[in-house]
């Protein structure tokens, strides 16, 4: 399997790079993002490409792939719903796609979150967004197309949140998770496990489009030979 990862820089992205570099099953894997990765391997591809929403400069290098893990995103926090609709939803669908034509026999799985609004008509303008996006990478014509809706996340095998204050909440949050994962089981997963949940996806497939925490856990491979 062939994959494209957007978002390998970020917390979640760098566990779903991590599992796909492990993955015997995992032939290559290009990361395109507007910095390095600073991750050297013989799987591993770079597109290092400064504006994302122009990817018609590297589209020769986007055919013959399997699956895309979808990880980019952002906060919500002091940004107007036209600012987060166009890195979400805008740069998102732009990409989508580009892949789905050069592509069409892809899976698409996209890093959303657990609370997003399939209704697209909710009070939370975050959760209306990233509705409206999943519901148009829904309808898009790939082989599947799914959402990963994670509530909590816990960084694992040294990945850290790449912002500040990301890094300064998890510091606190992040020796709770025994208590979390005992207490709210159903709302806890970590990026070792959504990398290889999203490999096992893309792989066989999963028994309906939106998974959330639970789905997640209950897919992803408790014991790897590979390990």
């Known amino acids: 399997m062939k994959v494209i990862l957007f978002g390998a820089t970020g917390m979640v992205g760098q566990g779903v790079l991590r599992e796909c570099l492990l993955d015997p099953g995992v032939e290559s894997a290009l990361a395109i993002g507007r910095a390095a990765t600073g991750q050297r391997h013989q799987k591993l591809q770079e597109i290092i490409q400064g504006d994302l929403f122009n990817l018609a400069p590297v589209e020769a290098r986007l055919s013959g792939y399997d699956a895309c893990f979808f990880c980019l995103g952002v ?64 309808r898009m014509p790939f082989k599947a197309a799914y959402m990963f809706r994670p509530a909590y996340i816990q960084p694992l095998r040294g990945i850290r949140p790449k912002t500040a204050w990301y890094r300064a909440a998890y510091a606190v949050i992040a020796p709770l998770y025994p208590l979390w994962k005992l207490l709210l089981p159903k709302y806890v997963t970590t990026t070792e496990c959504i990398g290889r949940a999203m490999i096992e996806v893309a792989r066989r497939g999963a028994p309906k489009p939106v998974l959330s925490s639970q789905d997640i856990a209950a897919i992803c491979p408790a014991n790897n030979t590979f390990r």
Request: hydrophobic fraction near 40%.
């Open 75 to 138: 906060s919500a926090a002091r940004m107007s719903e036209q600012q987060y609709r166009r890195v979400t939803y805008d740069l998102t669908i732009s990409t989508a796609e580009i892949l789905v034509r050069l592509n069409p026999a892809m899976t698409f799985i996209y890093v959303s979150g657990a609370g997003t609004d399939s209704s697209e008509r909710g009070r939370m303008m975050w959760a209306r967004v990233k509705g409206e996006t999943e519901n148009a990478l829904l």
